[in-house]
Each structure stands twice: as structure tokens, then as C-alpha cells.
């Protein structure tokens, strides 16, 4: 039983900024996994409270029992699911290299020999950089957020940086950065809702239940596709 789901609230763990996801506009959490969960609990009858934070300091605030559960385009994993339990996968994401626009000289993982990239601390992408950073010969940098990621790229600080692939996709359509995705996606990762593993399976049901729901009346496509276009 969850600790601090008291009165029937249940405090969500979200990302300090990752649009579509979540995201602050004038006070108000906005995104994809924000409405997707304020949905599924209304389906389901409890009441949330929104706690954002740096991605990093997620897992370790479900470990303290100060979140109840997470929706922060966060991906599934075996590592991950030693110690979460995850809901069924929401969204299909995957990991992709990102340099500047006018960068002609990286095309490949193989260009990335003596180069800097960019990434964020306790990500899946900062864990692919650190798995692959002998083989390639890169230098990590290590960011709190993606927005502080997005900014050494464009300071000319990194000559890339790794991201989930519909978070990149969104920034450069809404945003117009100057920045493009190279190559395929490094991976097929998919987004979970996730809770402390073999406490909540009361919650991981209803929340499971509640996804479904949505997926069945259309909602679930209503709220993705509000946010983006021809998800492909
Ligand atoms: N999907 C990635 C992960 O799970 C990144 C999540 C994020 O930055 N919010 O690590």
C-alpha cells in the first residue's frame, strides 16, 4: 500500500520540461502525459497532484515513496522493471542523435571520434552515451534537463545530443530550431507509467484499465493527436 496515497490522492511524478509530454504554460501542466493521466484517473476515480522534477530524480523519489507513480516519457526496461513495475507501453519512442542543421560532418555514430554530446542525467540516452562512449570515442556532458541539453548545442558547447526521437520531432516543428535528427532511431523504446515494483498493484491495475478505456473511446488519439501530427 503507498504511503502518501492518502485521502486518495496520488502525487505524480512528471519531468521538470519535456514537451509534447509536460510542459508549463502560464502555471498550467500541459502534454500528452499530462492529460493522459488527469484521464485515466477521472476513469478511474482518484485524484492527482502533479510533482515535477528533474528526470534524474524520479526512480529515486518513487524508491522514497514522495511519488506515487510517474508519467515522464519514460522508457521501459529491463534494468528499470528490477525495480518499477510499468504499465502497459503508451508510446513508442526511441533514442535518436541530434546535431545542428548546418553540421555536415557527422552522419553516423562512427563521426562522433574525439566530438562532445550532449545528454541528460539518468536518461536512457545518457545510458546508451556512456555504453558506447570507448567504442566511438566521444566525451559525455552531462545535463539536469533538456532544455540545458538543447542550449549546449546551440552555444556550440556539444556537437550532438541524444533525445527521445518525438520529443526532438516536436521541438524542431513547434520551435524551429535550428537542429536535425541523424541516422535511424538507436532504438525502439516504448513509455510506461510507472510505479515502485510489488507495491501497487491495485494502482497499476486501475491505471492499466484506464489506458485501455482510453485507447477504446478515442481519447487516447484525441490527446496524442492534439499535440502532434501524423504520428507516425
Ligand atoms: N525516455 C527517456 C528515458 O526514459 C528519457 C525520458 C526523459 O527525458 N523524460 O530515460
Known amino acids: 500500500e503507498s504511503g502518501s496515497a492518502e485521502q486518495g490522492v496520488y502525487t505524480v511524478g512528471i519531468d521538470t520540461s519535456y514537451p509534447p509530454f509536460e510542459f508549463q504554460v502560464g502555471g498550467e ?29 524520479i526512480i529515486p523519489a518513487l524508491e522514497e515513496g514522495t511519488i506515487d507513480l510517474a508519467i515522464a516519457g519514460m522508457s521501459i526496461t529491463d534494468e528499470r522493471k528490477e525495480i518499477l513495475d510499468f504499465s502497459e507501453p503508451y508510446f513508442d519512442a526511441g533514442l535518436t542523435l541530434v546535431t545542428s542543421q548546418d553540421n555536415s560532418e557527422i552522419e553516423t555514430l562512427e563521426d ?12 536512457t540516452g545518457s545510458k546508451f552515451a556512456g555504453e558506447n562512449r ?27 545530443f541524444i533525445e527521445d ?9 513547434k520551435r524551429d530550431l535550428e537542429l536535425k535528427t541523424v541516422g535511424e532511431r538507436l532504438n525502439d523504446e516504448k513509455y510506461g507509467i510507472a ?13 492499466n484499465e484506464g489506458l ?11 490527446i496524442v493527436n492534439k499535440y502532434i501530427k501524423n504520428q507516425g
Not at 41 to 55: C, H, K, L, T, V
Not at 112 to 123: E, P, Q
Open 212 to 222: 485501455q478505456l482510453l485507447r477504446d473511446d478515442g481519447t487516447y488519439d484525441e
Open 112 to 123: 562522433l571520434d574525439g566530438k562532445i554530446i550532449a545528454v541528460k542525467s539518468g536518461t
Open 165 to 173: 526521437y518525438p520529443v526532438i520531432a516536436y521541438a524542431i516543428s
Open 195 to 207: 510505479v515502485l515494483k510489488g507495491q501497487n498493484d491495485e494502482l497499476l491495475g486501475q491505471i
Open 29 to 57: 501542466y500541459q502534454g500528452i502525459d499530462v492529460e493522459l493521466i488527469k484521464a485515466i484517473a477521472e476513469s478511474q476515480g482518484f485524484e492527482i497532484q502533479f510533482r515535477p522534477m528533474d528526470f534524474v530524480g
Open 134 to 160: 570507448e567504442k566511438y570515442g566521444y566525451r559525455v556532458a552531462y545535463f539536469e534537463d533538456s532544455p540545458s541539453m538543447f542550449l549546449e548545442l546551440a552555444n556550440g558547447h556539444a556537437d550532438a
